[in-house]
């Protein structure tokens, strides 16, 4: 057991002490002022619309009374709900409804929403924004400052996610962080590492040339993580990509309860390791020697097992502590680490047990078999 004691705090002071510190959160944007873009943008704002009757009529009211974007399109993917009526209600020149068809085989639903609208896109940049994010409009401004003052090709920002219940506190952050762990945001925003590539698919930023000369959505049609191999493909290309925080984009929708964030985890858990079992088995292996060792040490050990453990579970709530601060959440919550990670982990085995029985993923009413 000291071994295994051992090897775990070896990791948790590597994680703490590498310079990229993909736990830390000053990969960050805030709108700090309504100063003019100093060559102001063409931006399409494009908007994937299923079944958001709740949040699609707000958000497009708002792009519309913006003057950023020069146009609006808005794909109403096959909606069952009132998306349809709630965006005919809006008024704007800019707005273009197109009615999206049934994916064909071999898309991902989201994937071919964007890409008819893409077809409508004649502006130098184009704005993927999901139906239930807000924004805010320094925010907007200062975001499209950085792409033009720094020569990127992509900006994508992490929306703040919605914490209203008690499951909310004990995964949402969680999920940032881990998130955040798989995709280091410097070494993300840097060029040098095109394998390491994230993005966030509420808010994308793109220069449109740039998504015409990596093939367009055609390039990730079959790409459940979207976001993260459109990231990819636009640093492979030789593109500038930077993903951050943000607190003046938020999401709107509410997950509420522990079923509604298994859902949204586990829908691609499985896709982050490609399908791949040994993978899965180095992960389970891995999370159970950081997470729950520690704790395992601590409770059931005496002494030198016991003090390495507690240092273990010092580092790793330290590492937590900046996402935790982002969220407003109590420092303490640090300690729930080790059981988010648990069910984050069984969320993973819950989606390759589903990819398994031949289901590679279930979202907004439509299964995608492997």
Known sequence: MIIIALSCLCIWLGFLLVPFRPWSTRERIEGTSDKPIPNPLEVTALVPARNEEAYIKNLVEKLAKSNLFKHIIVVND???DNTLNELKEVNSVNLKIVDGSA???????????????????????TLLIDADVEFNEATLRSIFNKTYSEKLQLTSVMALLKIESKWDELLIPAFIYFFKSLYPFNLSNNRKYQNIAGAAGGFI????????????????????????????????????????????IKTKRSY??????????????????NYSFPMLFL?????????????AGLIFFDDLIAAISAMSILIMSFTYHPVLKYYELNALKSLTLPLAGLLFLLMTWT????????????????????
């Open 78 to 80: 096959e909606s069952t």
């Open 103 to 125: 994916p064909p085989k071999g898309w991902v639903g989201k994937v071919w929403a964007l890409h008819q609208g893409s077809v409508e896109i004649k502006t130098q940049f």
């Open 205 to 248: 930023l793109i220069k449109t040339s740039t998504l015409w000369n990596i093939g367009g959505f055609k390039s990730l049609k079959n790409a459940l993580i979207d976001d993260c191999a459109l990231a990819k493909l636009v640093k492979k290309a030789g593109g500038n990509t930077w993903i951050g925080l943000s607190k003046g």
């Open 256 to 273: 509420n309860s522990l079923s509604n964030i298994w859902s949204m985890v586990e829908r691609t858990a499985f896709t982050q390791l």
């Open 283 to 295: 992960c389970t292996f891995t999370m159970v020697l950081i997470f729950i060792a520690p704790v």
């Open 351 to 370: 989606s390759a047990v589903k990819y398994v029985v031949g289901r590679r993923s279930k979202w907004k009413g439509r299964v995608y078999k492997k």
